[in-house]
Each structure stands twice: as C-alpha cells, then as structure tokens.
Nanobody, 114 residues
C-alpha cells in the first residue's frame, strides 16, 4: 500500500500563486498527478507526470500550472500561478504504481477569492 500526504492548500486571492506538495511512501511509480473536484462537479484531471518526466496538463490550466517531481523525496509538486476563482476545488494527489495499482490522497482545499 502507498500512502500519499498532501500539503500546501489554502486561501489565496485571484492572480496569486500556490504550491501543492504530495509525498509518497514509496518511490516506484509509473504516473503521479493531480486531480481536482469542485462542489457539484466531477473530478477532473489537472496534470500528470510520468516516471520518465513526461508531463500533461488540462487545457484549463496549461500555461499557468507546472507539475514537477523530486525523486529523492518521493514528492510531486504542483505550482499554480495566476489563480482564478474557478480553480477553487479540492485537489487530490494521484499515484499509479509500477504494478498498475491506483492510490489517492485525501485531498487539500484550494480556495481562490475574487
């Protein structure tokens, strides 16, 4: 079993920046990423990064968000710039192991005020 610990959520005004962190208890993975879910909406993909460093972003965040990783710390980051009120959601860290098992963090709240 892999445990994911998220941090960095909070309240920020529109146009501001925030960085989320997700630390995994194990380092062997094929994919890590971030999803988000706003009230009354379905969970959606925000960004992913493969074990080889390939990244992918949702169109809504492309150019504003950057996903990165630190293999030594088993940690993935999401740098969020130029935040908008519509970015308000619970952000979930996602981990897919090399055994194709899926794991989710508990989520961290991001609120962007207008």
């Amino acid at each position: 079993q892999v445990q994911l610990v998220e941090s960095g959520g909070g309240l920020v005004q529109a146009g501001g920046s925030l960085r989320l962190s997700c630390a995994a208890s194990r380092s062997i993975f094929s994919l890590m990423g971030w999803y988000r879910q706003a009230p009354g909406e379905q969970r959606e993909l925000v960004a992913t990064i493969t074990s080889g460093g390939t990244t992918n972003y949702a169109d809504s965040v492309k150019g504003r968000f950057t996903i990165s990783r630190d293999n030594a710390k088993n940690t993935v980051y999401l740098q969020m710039n130029s935040l908008k009120p519509e970015d308000t959601a619970i952000y979930f860290c996602y981990f897919r192991s090399s055994y194709s098992n899926n794991y989710w963090g508990q989520g961290t709240q991001v609120t962007v005020s207008s």
